[in-house]
């Protein structure tokens, strides 16, 4: 029996890391406040400043991503803001690559340039395209390692070179190769953002992002860029996130060996005109993918029906095990529709152009039995 009603924990520890459900902390004085805010002494004020289960959060995720700090944000999105919004200037330009998720395009297209920041659109497979680019003096060059949806690969550390060369920052989206497959800040870049509601998280039941970087200066401008606009993240998924994360790698390696066997059997299906995963011989990038993804290519796949919108909806009818829902990273196989969902105001013209087809189905396959997905697809083809 317990000498007293208190929840002392005496000599014991949880094993599990404690959720500190808490949007504010009590203060012993106004010199502990002080501490805190101006000596950096330990201790928490307000979550949206900061929060335990973020920072823990943040300090692992520097480890994975080879970088020297992490700050968790409310969603990908948000991290790509805070990169932005710590970084760049009125009047300022910056560069990103023509293969990006469309909630992005839409952040600089749309967003930054109400704000007087241009922003310039460059095939970042094509080396020399960039560097011609980059002597419109932008602030930074953003990329997605392995872009949505088609899964184009790109030279991370070329591409540092380059941008470094002309005084611009590289800012690199992971989301797709996870930092499993590979770690930016290993290849030159200067920041890695990634969106942890994907496979990071890996359960389909957190909305968060991080930015991690080495530069220490720009880890304070981070955290008040976010504390600011409001870019925080919330106790619960950080939580979530930290138990994901346990398994990233065991979930990424299955994922990936799933992916590689699933596009290989679909590019012999009849109905299917084309296969985008860059394991592949025919996929443009096939070469660069080998040299650049450690141990996997991705458990992100493209492919494309001959039947267009109607044989999409007659797939989706068909394979209730696929679920059509529009994210990826769930544990097991879901898919999605680019060219209504993650690129749906882009241009007929512009779809076009990167191969976003009524036709094209992109899959986030899963770590469930290669059977079981091959089934199901199976039912969707027929
Ligand atoms: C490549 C990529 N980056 C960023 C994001 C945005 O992440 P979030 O939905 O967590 O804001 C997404 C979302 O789908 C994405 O696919």
């Avoid at 009603?5 to 404690?18: E, Q």
Wanted: aromatic content about 6%; proline content about 5%; glycine content about 8%.
């Amino acid at each position: 029996m317990s000498k007293s009603n208190k929840a002392s924990l005496g000599s014991t520890k949880p094993l599990v890391v404690p959720l500190y459900q808490s949007s504010v902390y009590t203060l012993p004085d106004l010199d502990a406040l002080d501490a805190i805010m101006n000596d950096g002494e330990p201790g928490y004020i307000y979550a949206r400043d900061a929060h335990p289960n973020a920072r823990r959060l943040g300090a692992l995720l520097a480890q994975i991503e080879s970088a020297q700090w992490g700050v968790v944000t409310g969603s990908g999105m948000a991290a790509i803001s805070a990169i932005l919004l710590a970084t760049v200037q009125q009047g300022q330009r910056i560069l990103a690559s023509n293969r990006l998720y469309g909630r992005t395009v839409q952040l600089f297209t749309e967003e930054l340039g109400r704000f007087g920041v241009a922003t310039e659109y460059v095939d970042c497979n094509d080396l020399s395209a960039v560097e011609t680019s980059l002597q419109n003096n932008p602030r930074l060059l953003f990329v997605e390692t392995m872009s949505n949806p088609l899964v184009r690969v790109v030279d991370i550390a070329a591409l540092a070179n380059l941008a470094h060369e002309h005084d611009a920052l590289l800012v690199v989206d992971n989301t797709f190769a996870t930092p499993v497959l590979t770690r930016p800040m290993d290849l030159g870049a200067d920041f890695v953002m990634e969106s942890l509601t994907k496979m990071i998280a890996g359960h389909s039941d957190v909305t968060l992002g991080v930015v991690a970087g080495n530069d220490a200066d720009m880890l304070p401008t981070i955290n008040r860029t976010s504390s600011i606009w409001g870019l925080a993240s919330n106790p619960f998924d950080c939580w979530l996130t930290e138990r994901g994360l346990g398994t990233l790698e065991l979930r990424t390696r299955a994922a990936c060996k799933n992916a590689e066997q699933l596009a290989n059997w679909l590019a012999e299906q009849s109905g299917v005109s084309r296969v985008w995963y860059p394991s592949r011989e025919d996929h443009p990038d096939h070469e660069l993918a080998k040299r650049v993804l450690d141990g996997g290519f991705g458990h992100m796949l493209c492919f494309e029906l001959s039947g267009g919108r109607d044989a999409v909806n007659r797939f989706i009818h068909a394979a209730p095990g696929i679920p059509f829902s529009p994210s990826l990273g769930h544990v097991t196989t879901t898919l999605s529709h680019p060219a209504t969902t993650s690129h749906r105001y882009a241009s007929p013209a512009e779809k076009k152009r990167q191969g976003i087809s009524d036709g094209l189905i992109r899959l986030s396959v899963g770590v469930e039995p290669f059977e079981q997905i091959q089934e199901e697809m199976a039912k969707g083809l027929t």
